[in-house]
């Protein structure tokens, strides 16, 4: 559990960068709604990251720890659907990457509908983020 423990951490950590990063991807911006569509592209491609990581890290592991024994060409038992297995999979979609998608858009929505209560927070004085700050 500490190995799965320390995984996650450090998946957590590697998303939070790449966010980061995605915005130096991004060009100049051109709009007031710029900060807003900047700082969805960054949740998303930090939500991608953690899920990208996590299924090669499992697709890993299943690689190195479930290997055929030498010379075994024998099938493996066949096995009908999980629902367990499903229901939690689903809940965990549904839980985590929808909801935190739909309330990070749709406060977006909200602030680009109500400009004059825009204030982000951590951002330049034109509410850039510091890295896409013009020179």
Known sequence: ????AVLVLLLIALSWWMGQQAYHWLPVQASTAAPLVDGLFSFETAIGTFVFGGVVSVMAWVLLMHRAE???ETDAEPIEGNTKLEVIWTAIQAGGDL??????AGDGHRR??????HQPGGAGADGAHPSRQPR
Do not use: N, W
């Not at 559990?1 to 799965?4: E, H, K, P, T, V």
């Not at 909801?99 to 990070?104: A, P």
């Open 112 to 117: 680009l509908r109500h400009p004059g209560e």
């Open 70 to 72: 030498k010379y075994d």
């Open 99 to 104: 909801d935190g998608h739909s309330v990070c």
């Open 1 to 4: 559990m500490l190995g799965l």
